[in-house]
Each structure stands twice: as C-alpha cells, then as structure tokens.
C-alpha cells in the first residue's frame, strides 16, 4: 500500500537524519575482514533474538576502528540506534546519567530535556523497538548494568555491542559471543603503515627494508603504525636509522614507550598542547581550547593544526578535540613518570587529591604549569598564602565547585587564566597582578568590587566573566583593558552601574548583561565595531538605550526584553547587520524611531506585550526583509498600510491588540486600494495592480490588505475585536498553516477559506457572534470551536478532510440542535476512524450531547462501564476507542479515564487517557459527549512491561472507568474494540478521494509516521506546530513534535 510505503520512507529519512556519518572511512585498511567476522557474528537475520556482542582486544589495536564502521553500515536496519563513544572517560567526567540520557535520546528520539527523572519508564520503553547500541570502551561491570543490563531491556531483534581491554567483563555479563582483535599480518601493516608515512600504499624503493623494521617494531598495532607512519613522513634516511635504532633499544611490550619516540620529536609548543589536551581538554570544543590557549598565540593554533596532522589528536564532526585513549594515557604517562608519588614536580596537575595538597601544604614548585580540577561533589579548599610563591611557571588555574575563600596576593606573574567558581572574597587583591592574564572567570563569587584590576596592566585580557556575583556592585574601569573581547555580567543582581569606558572598547565581541535587575545606566554612546552578541533582556529598570555613535554591523541579534526603555534612538540604525530585535514585555517603550525602517537584513521583529506602544512606522513595509513581526499585547490600533509589501512574512501576531469599535476590521479586503493608499510613499514591489492618485479625502480611511503576504504560515488575529466580517483575502494566504481568530466577535467566515491548500490548524475558540463556518481546507488537521454559542451550521467534515484528528466543539450548544448536525457527529465518528486507525494514530472528538453513540458495542450509565475479552483478542485489533457523556463545573480540567486490564490470572493493570474540557453551564443542556480513540500500537505503549507474548496472558475483561475529580460529573460510558474489517485501509481511503493534494498526504503521512516512531510510554503529547520548511520537512516535523511523559496520554495538542 501506498501510505504504508510512504512511512517506510519516512522512518528512513528519519534514521538517516539521526546521525552524522563518521570521519573512519578514511585509510580502514585491513578493517573489513575484521567487519565482515563481526557482522557474521551478530546474525541479522534473526530478527527475534536479542544478541550481545563483545569486541576484546588491548588498546590501539582498533576496536573502535571496527565497531564505528559496522554500525555505520546496519545502523539503518534498526527501529533505533545509538553509537557511545568512549564511555570509560565520559563516566568519569560526565557521569552515568548522561550516558543514560544519550541512550535514550538517540534511540526513542526523545529530546533531552523530556529525559529528566523518567529514565526507568523510558528504558521500559526499549523492550519494544529494535535498536542498534554500541558501548565502546567499557572497563567496569558497573557501565554494563547501568547500560545494557540484560536481553530483556531490548525489543526483539535488537543489537548490543560492546569493545573492551578487559576480556574478564565480558565473561561476567550476559555476552553471547565475544571477537578478539587480533594484531596485523605482516601485509596489511606494511600497507598501513606506508599509507601514512609515504602518502601511498607501499614503502619507497630506498626504504623498503626500513619500513620493515618500523612495522615490526609497532607489533602490527594499527595505533602504533599511524603514528610511527607519520612520525617518520618526509624524513631522510639517516633519521629513519636513528628513530628505528631508538626503538629497538625499548622492550617489545613497551608500547606506550614507543609512541612516546613520536611525542620527544614535537617542538615545545606541540608538546605544551599535546599535554593540555590529554589531561584537561580532551572532548572540548576546538575553539574553547584555542581561547584558552590564547596566550600563546598564533603559536597555539599552529600547534593544534600540526598535532591533528600527526595523527596525534584528532577533530570530531562536532568541532571537539580527540585523541586515542592509548595517547592519551602516554600524555599522562609523560607528566607522571619520573616522579609518580610527588605531585609537586608535575607539570600538571588534575586530581583532586593531589591539588589540595599543593595548594594547603604549600609545596608548589616551578615545575607545575596547569592546575585544573572540576570537584564532583561541592568542596571547601584553603589555599595557603604562600601557595604560589615557587608557582612562577603557572599559567592556568582553574578550580571548579569548590569555596575559595582567598586567593593569595601573589598571583604567578606567568599566570593567562584564572578561573575560580565560587569564589568566597569580597575583593581581589589590591595588588593583583596580570600582565599577561588571558581570562578571568570568577561565576557564582561573592566578590563586590574589582579595583584590583584598576591598578594592574592588563594589555592582554580578552575574557572577563563574572556571571552570577549576586553580590557584585559595579564594574571597574575598563581603560586599562583595552582588548577585551568578552564580557559576561549575567545575572549579577545587585550590579547598579557600569562605568562609562565600556562604551569605548572597540574589539568587544560579547556583552552579557542579562537578568541585572538593578542596572539603571548604560555608557551615554556605545561603538562596539566588532560586538556579535549584546544581552540585556530582564534589565527591568534600565530606562534608556545608548547613541550608537559608529557603524555596529557586526551585531545581529539585540534582546531588550523585559527592560524599562521608552524610546530607541534613531541613531539604532547604525547597528545595520541585525536580524532580530526583541522588545517583548518593555512596558515603557512608546514608540520606535524611524530609523528601524532601514534596516536590509532583519527578519524577527518580536514588540509582544509592549502595552504602551500605539504605533508601527509606516514605512516597516521597506523593511522587506522581515519574516516574523509579533505586536500581540500592544495598544497598535491598526497596523501600517506598508505591511501588504512584507512578502517575506510568514508570522504575524495581532492578538490581543484593542481596537475601536468603529473599525470592523484590522485589514481590508481590497488590495488595490491599500496599494493605491501608500502609492508614493514608498518604493514598492510590483504585485500586479494599476494604481492612481486619489484626492485627498476621496476615500475613506485605508486599511491595509493581507494579499500581499504571500509566506504568511502563523496569523494569530485572537482577542483583536474583530467585528462584523472577517476580511475576504485570508483565502489569498497560499502558505497559512496555523490560523488564529479565537476571542474575535465576527459573524460571517470567508468561504475562499476553503482554497487555503496547507492551513492545518484552525482556532476559534469564544467567536461567540459567528453564525456557521464554511468549507474547511482539504489538509485541516485541527479544528478548536470552543465556545461559539451562535454556530449554528457547518459545512461536512466527513469525506475530504482526510488529515483531521482533533475536532472540538465545548458549549456549541446551537449546533447540534438540529438531526442535521447530530448525524453529522456520527459521520465526523467514522471518518476519523478511517482515516486514523489505518496509520496507528489518535483522534478526539468533542460536542455537546447527552448519549453516547450507538456505534459503542458495550455502554453503560455511570462512571464505568467493561468488555470482556477473548481469547487471542488483540491479534486482529487495530485500536480502542472510547466515549464518555460528562459535565465540567471548573475551566480547563482534565477528563481523565482509566483503562484497567485483568488476566486470566486475575492480575490487574492500569494505564490512563486525558483530555482537557472548558467549563460547562450547570442546566440540562451541559453534557458533552467526548469520544477518543487510540490505536493498538499507542496502547500497548501504556503498558510498558508488557512483552509481545503477555498480551495472550490477557483474555478477561478491559474497563474503563472514568477519573474521581469533584469537577467532572460523568453521566455515562462506552466502549468499543476496533478490528481491522472495521476500517478501510487508508490507501484506500486516499483513492476514492483524488482531491487530496499529493504532497500535503505525503507530508501528513510522513507527521503521523514520526508519531509511531517517537510516542511517548505513558504519555504523548502531540505538538501541532507548523512545518517550517518545505525542503526540510521530515527534520521541522522532529523539531517541531514535542512529546512529554507523564502518566497519561493526553489528546491535547
């Protein structure tokens, strides 16, 4: 079947769009027989068994190698999958819990932030998909249990590898095989080898016999053969000799030793950084660690580029620094060798116990350059006042999670980062000293003041943070900083002003004032050339904006949200790069200059709940760039004539904008004369219409058309005023998907409404004048008429809307009066169905009544009502569908049923529904019939220790039972099982109905493809949200579709 075809489309899109294809397909030689073992021993074909694989072998010998190109090859053959990447280092420093999340994450396709205290119930849910896991680089069985505790977590057919050093963890867990990695032949490595030391495949005429050497040495370790290889690139035949002579003098299994012959040939810079990254930056993001390498230079930068050339580190899709754990555990190696017991003599230091006691026993030297530690647990460290008085080499200091009461006067003078979270002192020391201070982070401190910085010379800070010092009173005098380049004072809450030479920094790059609640003033003028980011939203009693003196093109994005600003200066246009301007919730601001209308870039105009402001510019419409203007909250009266030439616009808010009541609409339904009104005025694009002058006077004041926003996808015009008749020309908008009008007073809907081909989402909830609504789009998916007591008639919502899963209908009492509009309840039933159940989706219908219908096979008055079940029932159900006949005494509550499931052996199981209700009148005519349907595939998810073969174990009855809630008075219930001869397939279904346009029934099914695939266990809540944009519509529709778990299954949207 068609449809079916297409959510097999839409599954591979999405997998494939899961995952970034690894950097390893580069030089796998001699990997594929080792693939090939693998993927044999894996036996795909089984599709009912659950395998563990172990992969065993010593470090460098590539495990990691093999594991990434088999999941890179089948990872598309999974319901689910995902890749762990060095899961020994990332416990340490990031914790189980993440790795947790990240398995969750990648394999439900479940945002983070859902993942937060449902780990148990979402693990539940992977014993009903097939998913591909790697866990690569495990060295406890702590990892395992947490990870990968047994078959039973997985769904039938998955796939579990892990690669280890330790055959012994293998053994103690359920491994059904285990691979052991093997050395190179002696073949393959002199072709590995010669890859990287010859640019080719094989060894040059002269070095044949050398290369032969070096591979025997390197033990057919591919690690060692990279590295040997490129260690010996480009180098003459003398130095081979030597460089081979070195490593035969180091004991065979001495590896480590001998990838430390690559490390001595680095110059002091490389081997500076080498060492940096193995012990504190190792997994940063590549332009984090350059910043903090700044001191050093261009040097610095040339370091890493050469070290990634040398195989030595590497760079991951995602712009982090890597390395093989073997390297790195040489760079530790190196830093502890020659003295292990006396951490005073290393270079570097980053175990926790070993900097308390540099720091308490003083006993520091000049051998240590770095400190760097990261407490996991909250800890007091006292530094003694002498601690760095033998330092002279320190250059980083960086002390994470940990109370530091005092730092000693005598700062390292060598020092380029100091870095202290939770700094306990009020002050700095007045002499502080930091000629070549690179970064200062002080986060979370208690320092009030920063006049130690005043007197010192600061030529080379760029980055100063001091983000949440709630203590923090004002800022120092910049002038003797005039390089900064970042300045972060977020949240520094008692931060009242902030000297004036800020305004004169011309490399400051970032600006971060946001949440200083007590800032008044700013610098009088700012001319920051080169400022990207400029935060200063929440800044609620910052009342004025600087002149912008100079060109600021470098800026796009400006957040004044939530600040006290009455006015822009005109001077704003000088800031000629910016894309976004948020002003949303500046009670004060009154007006915008002018000026805003010259800008060639900005797309995001964000004006929402600025009750003051009364106006737009009229000329925003050269402002043709601008793709969201959102005024919803303001006191606008009417938007300019101009806005019918912003043909970019795709989200406009009107709402809640108050109107007098003279006016019958914000816009008109003429375009030509809109066009003729503000003809001359501005240079306009053409949109096919002749114009003429008219005198002055000749017409009646002009309103502008919604003909020209030809992009418009969001229009929310809700709680506008809108009186009498809705403007005409909504029927022009091609692109509207999410339509608006709720807590409008209109009457009559445009019936070209019917000719909006992608409108999905249609709100109309308290439009308590409207009379009937017309033909609905073909594509509607949801329609919310909440509270329109006048509607009387609406056109058939049956045959054609083959896309509709939400309707309701609370307190229409007037519509289904009449026969009419009752059977049409019954058709709205069955179309639904149809075209639902074929595509394992939901659908909720909500109207006035006081019957359940016919159609329910088992009813029942009262709260409850059961369904016996028979043996094997479940194998030909499609879905259940559900009816309950209720009143609602308080807003907005929750309509909550209960299925509750008994086996044979008379064990219980519960699960739940919900969905939302507004108040209802307490007379004879508040009872509401709400019917819902889920399908099989939902709800065996509410079930989630259920394995495929417990549901035959159910064969006694199903009830339902409606929610104890003091505010919900239910008057009756049913029931109804829903097998496959009770619906049409939906190929079917789309073939008698040609008039469905072919890529809006591609989109949907591909929507209701990522429902299957995404669901939430005890809860799915589905977002309605429209596609962004057409040529990425699988990806939007992820980014779009929220889904929450919780204990119920909400059909609200």
Request: contains cysteine.
């Amino acid at each position: 079947h068609e449809s079916k075809g297409i959510r097999e489309i839409a599954r591979e899109i999405l997998k494939n769009l899961s995952h970034t294809i690894s950097r390893f397909k580069e030089n796998l030689i001699g990997v594929e027989s080792h693939v090939q073992k693998v993927t044999s021993l894996l036996n795909l074909e089984r599709t009912q068994d659950v395998r563990m694989i172990g992969i065993w072998g010593m470090g460098g010998i590539g495990k990691t190698t093999i594991v990434r190109t088999v999941f890179d090859q089948i990872f598309n053959e999974f319901e689910g999958s995902c890749y762990l990447d060095n899961v020994r280092e990332v416990s340490k420093t990031l914790g189980l819990n993440s790795l947790e999340e990240k398995l969750l994450s990648d394999t439900l396709m479940e945002k983070s932030a859902n993942l937060h205290n449902n780990t148990s119930m979402l693990f539940a849910r992977l014993r009903h998909k097939r998913v591909l896991v790697v866990l690569d680089d495990v060295n406890e069985l702590e990892h395992l249990d947490r990870l990968a505790g047994g078959h039973d977590w997985f769904g039938a057919g998955s796939r579990i590898i892990i690669t280890t050093r330790d055959r012994q963890l293998l053994s103690s867990h359920q491994i059904d095989d285990v691979y052991e990695v093997g050395f190179l032949g002696t073949d393959v490595a002199l072709k590995l080898f010669s890859k990287f030391a010859f640019k080719e495949g094989f060894p040059k005429d002269k070095f044949e016999k050398l290369a032969h050497k070096a591979v025997r040495y390197a033990r057919g370790l591919p690690l060692a053969l990279k590295v040997l290889g490129n260690f010996l690139h480009g180098r003459d035949i003398d130095d081979w000799e030597n460089a081979l002579d070195r490593l035969e003098e180091i004991p065979e299994d001495k590896i480590l030793e001998k990838l430390k012959l690559s490390f001595d040939a680095l110059n002091d810079m490389e081997k500076k950084i080498f060492l940096d990254v193995a012990c504190f930056f190792k997994g940063k993001k590549k332009e984090y660690v350059i910043r903090k390498l700044d001191g050093f230079g261009q040097q610095a930068k040339d370091a890493v580029r050469d070290l990634i050339q040398k195989s030595l580190i590497t760079v991951t899709t995602d712009d982090r620094l890597q390395m093989h754990n073997l390297l790195q555990e040489m760079g530790w190696y190196i830093v502890r060798h020659p003295h292990p017991n006396n951490p005073e003599k290393h270079s570097r230091l980053w175990l926790p116990e070993e900097i308390s006691y540099v720091l308490t026993e003083n006993v520091g030297t000049k051998d240590i350059e770095c400190i760097h530690v990261d407490y996991s647990e909250p800890e007091s460290v006292k530094i003694s006042s002498k601690a760095f008085t033998n330092m002279e080499n320190l250059r980083l200091l960086k002390i994470h999670n940990a109370s530091i009461e005092q730092i000693p006067a005598s700062i390292p003078r060598n020092l380029q980062w100091l870095d202290l979270h939770k700094y306990q002192a009020r002050i700095l020391p007045a002499n502080f000293q930091g000629e070549k201070l690179v970064g200062l982070k002080l986060s979370h401190s208690h320092i009030e003041h920063l006049r130690g910085l005043e007197k010192a010379k600061l030529n080379n800070l760029k980055f100063i943070n001091l983000s949440y010092s709630k203590k923090l009173l004002k800022t120092p005098d910049f002038s003797n900083i005039p390089n900064l380049e970042k300045l972060d004072l977020s949240n520094c809450k008692s931060l009242e002003e902030v000297h004036a030479s800020l305004g004169n920094l011309k490399k400051l790059v970032y600006l971060n004032l946001a949440h200083c609640v007590k800032l008044k003033t700013l610098p009088s003028s700012i001319h920051f050339k080169l400022l990207k980011t400029f935060v200063l939203w929440d800044c609620v009693k910052l009342e004025n904006f600087p002149e912008v003196a100079g060109e600021m093109e470098c800026l796009s994005d400006l957040h004044l949200e939530g600040t006290a600003i009455k006015e822009l200066p005109p001077s704003i246009s000088n800031i000629s790069g910016l894309v976004l301007i948020n002003l949303s919730k500046c009670k004060n601001l009154k007006s915008l200059p002018n000026s805003i209308c010259d800008f060639k870039c900005l797309q995001t105009l964000i004006l929402s709940d600025c009750s003051q402001l009364e106006k737009l510019p009229e000329n925003l419409g050269q402002v043709i760039s601008l793709e969201e203007l959102l005024v919803d909250g303001t006191a606008i009266t009417q938007p300019p004539l101009s806005i019918t030439c912003l043909t970019k616009l795709n989200a406009l808010s009107f709402s809640r904008c108050k109107r007098p009541k003279s006016l019958s609409s914000l816009f008109s339904g003429n375009l030509e004369s809109s066009v003729s009104s503000i003809s001359g005025k501005l240079s306009l694009p053409k949109l096919g219409f002749s114009s003429s002058k008219q005198k002055k006077g000749s017409l009646p004041p002009a309103r502008p058309s919604l003909s020209g926003l030809c992009s418009l996808k969001k229009l929310d015009l809700s709680s506008s005023d809108l009186l009498e008749e809705i403007s005409a020309d909504l029927g022009s908008l091609s692109s509207l998907e999410e339509l608006d009008l709720s807590r409008n007073n209109f009457v009559k809907f445009p019936a070209k409404i019917s000719e909006l081909p992608r409108l999905k989402i249609l709100k109309l909830e308290s439009c308590n004048s409207l009379v009937s609504l017309p033909d609905l789009p073909k594509c509607i998916a949801v329609l919310d008429a909440d509270d329109c007591q006048s509607l009387k008639s609406l056109a058939n919502l049956s045959e054609k809307h083959a896309f509709l899963w939400k309707v309701s209908f609370h307190n229409c009492f007037k519509l289904f009066k009449n026969e009419e509009n009752r059977n049409a309840s019954d058709k709205l039933l069955h179309s639904l169905l149809q075209g639902q159940a074929a595509v394992d989706s939901r659908f909720s219908i909500l109207f006035p009544g006081r019957e359940v219908p016919e159609w329910f096979s088992y009813q029942k008055m009262g709260r409850s009502v059961t369904i016996p079940l028979t043996t094997n029932w479940h194998e030909n159900v499609t879905g259940i569908a559900v009816s309950i006949v209720f009143e609602c005494l308080v807003p907005k509550s929750k309509i909550g049923v209960t299925f509750k499931l008994i086996s044979r052996d008379h064990e219980e199981f519960t699960a739940n529904i919900t969905q939302t209700a507004t108040k209802l009148e307490e007379n004879y005519e508040s009872a509401h019939v709400w019917i819902g349907y889920v399908s099989f595939h939902l709800f065996q998810l509410l079930f989630p220790k259920f394995q495929s073969d417990d549901w035959a174990k159910i064969d006694g009855c199903l009830t339902i039972k409606t929610m104890e809630e003091a505010w919900i008075k239910p008057r009756g219930c049913g029931i109804r099982l829903v097998y496959k001869e009770d619906v049409k397939e939906t190929s079917q279904y789309m073939e008698t109905h040609p008039g469905v346009d072919q890529e809006l029934k591609i989109l949907e099914e591909a929507e209701e493809s990522i429902d299957v695939l995404t669901f939430g266990v005890n809860q799915l809540n589905w977002s309605v949200d429209p596609i962004e944009e057409e040529g990425n519509q699988i990806q939007s529709l992820r980014s779009s579709t929220t889904f929450k778990v919780q204990k119920t299954l909400s059909f609200d949207y």
